[in-house]
């Protein structure tokens, strides 16, 4: 089934030169987890802004074509009833925390969708119980790390469960440790709830052995898409300047040309294709 369906899109803000996206089409299936990557201002936030309805219904422009939610026009939708199907992390969780204490956060998004207290309440619990965050319920979210702040962030879109969470550059302000925890955490969300993840990410070491597909955008439209083996070694994918995986890279300069099975995605992939290929290599002499 299509969780999204993106048709001829382009848009142009309001005031620029330039076209953010040009000529989109795409579809992402209900329950894939998908990685969008590319060089600053190729529109990847542009394209995430579509897709949950911020463009056309709060930024001002030119919009050509069209983007369906689960088969719901989304320029002709409110973005509250938008709401209930795609769900939005921001890049700064900062930006998005607004309430004195997390349960009010937490709170916020199901409230909003006026649904009964005693149902707010189960999405309160359910969501902090999902992300590991109960005990912080009652703190405020400025006495937060990042690393908590942006597990708030993303509770807080869960409590609403929406069938699609899409994800704008959520570790880019984090440590290592954190945007390790962040990742991990959406794969397991994944697994469990089943939803659709959209990801724009830049910490590809730590992120494309987890998702389905990777989508490379460049100029404002979609260069590749496909599986992030097949995608992610191309040399117009590296000259972007994507962070491809230094494993990807070490197979293509040790192995230039020469089969080792599906290029990896992790150095524990590669240390086993090497020894593979060695001992067979052995067995032949």
């Not at 938008?82 to 900062?94: C, D, I, K, S, T």
């Not at 790390?145 to 469960?161: F, N, P, R, T, Y």
Request: net charge negative.
């Amino acid at each position: 089934m299509k969780a999204i369906e993106v048709k001829n899109l382009s848009f142009k803000y309001r005031g620029a030169d330039e076209w953010a996206l040009k000529d989109i089409n795409l579809e992402i299936g209900e329950g894939e987890f998908v990685l969008i990557v590319g060089p600053t201002g190729c529109g990847k936030s542009t394209l995430c802004r579509c897709l949950n309805g911020l463009i056309p219904h709060f930024y001002e422009g030119e919009y050509v074509g069209d983007v369906y939610v689960y088969g719901i026009r989304v320029r002709e939708t409110p973005t509250h009833v938008l709401a209930r199907y795609v769900g939005m992390v921001f890049q700064e969780p900062e930006d998005q925390l607004i309430m004195t204490n997390v349960e009010r956060e937490v709170a916020f998004g199901p409230e909003n969708l006026g649904l009964p207290r005693e149902e707010v309440i189960r999405r309160i619990d359910w969501a902090l119980e999902v992300l590991g965050i109960k005990h912080l319920r009652e703190r405020a979210p400025y006495e937060l790390s990042g690393g908590e702040q942006q597990k708030v962030a993303i509770a807080s879109i869960l409590a609403m469960k929406p069938k699609i969470l899409i994800l704008d550059e959520p570790t880019s302000s984090l440590d290592p440790s954190s945007a390790k925890e962040v990742l991990d955490l959406l794969t397991e969300l994944r697994e469990e709830l089943k939803v659709t993840i959209v990801l724009v990410e830049h910490r590809l070491e730590l992120i494309a052995s987890r998702v389905d597909r990777v989508i490379v955008m460049d100029h404002g439209r979609v260069v590749d898409d496909g599986d992030p083996r097949e995608v992610l070694i191309k040399d117009h994918v590296v000259k972007l300047g994507v962070g491809v995986p230094k494993v990807l890279r070490a197979y293509k300069r040790l192995w230039p040309g020469k089969a080792l099975g599906r290029p990896p995605l992790t150095p524990g992939e590669f240390v086993r294709q090497v020894v593979n290929t060695y001992e067979e290599m052995r067995d032949k002499s």
